[in-house]
């Protein structure tokens, strides 16, 4: 597991440009984080770093939204007011998982097991100061033992 310190919001912009970079087809990254320590924030740095050019809102009541302005797809879940999986069925969050683009999963906690293998687990968590975060990063495949 990789821990990093951000210090601000300007430092999670320049962490979300730097993984949008590195994403390919296929990947998954699941968000797990308390309200407000910024997995919507992150994602819209990440579309930007993918070049997506609409504004990123919050999917919560939406479920998903899909972004096709950028370097790659991205599919940008929310599913935190999700009471029944069948609701993901439904919307096709299979498919989505394996695609032909990115995914990011906000409360990625809730569908932990519907998250393929090679899902990026990210932890955000509050840190010291206002804007402080500490982010820990594994691959699900790494975590075995801990969730
Ligand atoms: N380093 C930081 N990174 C991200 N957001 C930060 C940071 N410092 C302060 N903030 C502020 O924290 C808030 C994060 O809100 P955001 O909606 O991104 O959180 P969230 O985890 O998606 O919440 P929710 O669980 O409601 O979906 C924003 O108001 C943002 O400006
Ligand atoms: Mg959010």
Redesign the pocket.
Known sequence: MKEFI?K??E??RAFGCDLAKSLKPGDVIAMI?D????????TKYIAAGLGIEETVT?P?FTVVQEYKSGRLPLYHF?V?RVNDPDELFEIGFEEYLYSDGAVIV?WGDLVYDLLPEHSIILQLEYGEG??E?IYKIAEKEELKCTF
């Open positions: 951000i601000n919001e430092d999670t984080g309200l407000g320590t910024g997995k919507t924030t992150l919050s919560t929310d935190y906000e206002e804007g975060r």
